[in-house]
């Protein structure tokens, strides 16, 4: 150890000073002083020795401590260090689960996007196709007779319309719904002033807006027109008629900005109607042919009571003979048990007889003893 041979060293140098000592003291005195100091020198030896010998156990002890303290050290680091790589471990895989189900939910949106982006295109490729029906005028009457078409069949039944009829003028009408008269059948003709209309949209200045405005007027007093001479027959239409009108916008503008057109039509008789306001009217002719109907059966309906009522009154008459005949049954068996019992009666009495158990003239002859007899049986 080096400190055992530190206090070796030092050892050698005091005796070495004292042996020197020694050698120059020549006195007693001196002599003296220096066995009481070897003296001295021996005890404070031995307490080096001791102090030495102490301070060597608590190096030990303190090694032992330090290599245990650092053993626990190290399993604490040790298990701190796995803690965190257990954590960060965890962290990282939950991480990794968030970011791929993060990936997984992108890529299913990305995919929704990408189908609504198709079904966008796909709109605007129908959009385009429906501007190419629109501008031509006979397309464009053919989709106002497709969309009246599908509006009539969604609300009334198969029986109560008709379309592409031929009228007796030899005017054909897109619909004749039939009615019971009054008021009798009616008319309903699509029209679509979409030139006129889209003009009116269009007009920027006032003299551009007063040509659209007369060219919209124009056009819709033509189609009132028509309707009003073609398909308003005397004694097989009724005295009014349906313009259809299959876009909401241009009824909107002609109940907004035009009432003159408004005005000739009633006066025409020509009711103009949307695909909004044609359906509640179908709604009122359902309700109307509903009713008609009813009355057509009333008489069936009355016809068919009467006839319930005397089935009614021919079952009260035989419920009433059943009761009678089933009276008189009860009667009769009442009389039948009646006469069992007094041939009961009597054939005990002649049993009793032949016994010898009673006497023969009173059984035979007390005919008040054989009547309660007889009742005793019963």
């Not at 608590?58 to 053993?71: E, F, I, V, W, Y």
């Not at 609300?155 to 619909?175: I, K, M, W």
């Not at 042919?289 to 008489?299: F, T």
């Amino acid at each position: 150890m080096d400190i055992a041979v530190v206090i070796g060293i030092g050892l050698i140098i005091v005796a070495a000073v004292l042996f020197l000592l020694f050698k120059t003291q020549k006195s007693e005195k001196m002599i003296a002083s220096a066995s009481t100091n070897s003296e001295n020198l021996a005890r404070l030896t031995e307490t080096l020795l001791q102090q030495q010998a102490q301070l060597e156990g608590q190096l030990k002890q303190m090694s032992t401590d330090g290599a245990a303290s650092r053993a626990e050290i190290n399993k604490t680091l040790a298990e701190r260090l796995d803690n965190v790589s257990k954590r960060l471990g965890d962290s990282l895989a939950q991480s990794t689960e968030k970011t791929g189900k993060s990936l997984s939910d992108l890529q299913t949106r990305l995919a929704i996007i990408d189908k609504a982006q198709s079904n966008l295109t796909d709109l605007s490729n129908q959009v385009v196709g429906l501007q190419d029906i629109l501008a031509n005028k006979q397309a464009r009457g053919a989709f106002g007779e497709l969309q009246l078409n599908d509006l009539v069949k969604s609300a009334l039944p198969p029986s109560a319309y008709e379309f592409q009829v031929t009228l007796s003028n030899g005017r054909r009408a897109d619909c004749l719904i039939k009615l019971p008269n009054p008021p009798g059948s009616i008319v309903v003709d699509a029209k679509f002033p979409l030139e006129s209309f889209h003009l009116l949209r269009a007009a920027e200045t006032d003299s551009d807006k007063t040509v659209a405005t007369r060219a919209f007027t124009t056009a819709m007093n033509k189609h009132i027109k028509d309707i009003a001479t073609k398909y308003i027959l005397d004694g097989e239409t009724a005295e009014s008629a349906l313009l259809f009108l299959p876009s909401e916008a241009v009824y909107a503008e002609l109940h907004a900005n035009f009432p003159g057109v408004l005005e000739k039509s009633y006066q025409a008789r020509v009711w103009i109607v949307s695909p909004t306001t044609l359906m509640a009217t179908l709604n009122t002719v359902r309700a109307v042919l509903k009713d008609s109907q009813m009355r057509e059966q009333a008489g069936v309906i009355q016809k068919e009571v009467g006839i319930l009522l005397k089935d009614i009154g021919r079952l009260e008459s035989r419920v009433e003979n059943l009761g009678r005949h089933f009276t008189q049954a009860t009667k009769d068996v009442q009389e039948i048990e009646t006469s069992s019992r007094k041939i009961t009666s009597r054939a005990e009495k002649i049993e009793d007889l032949q016994m010898g158990e009673n006497d023969p003239d009173t059984i035979l002859t007390d005919p008040i003893e054989t009547t309660k007899q007889i009742d005793r049986s019963a």
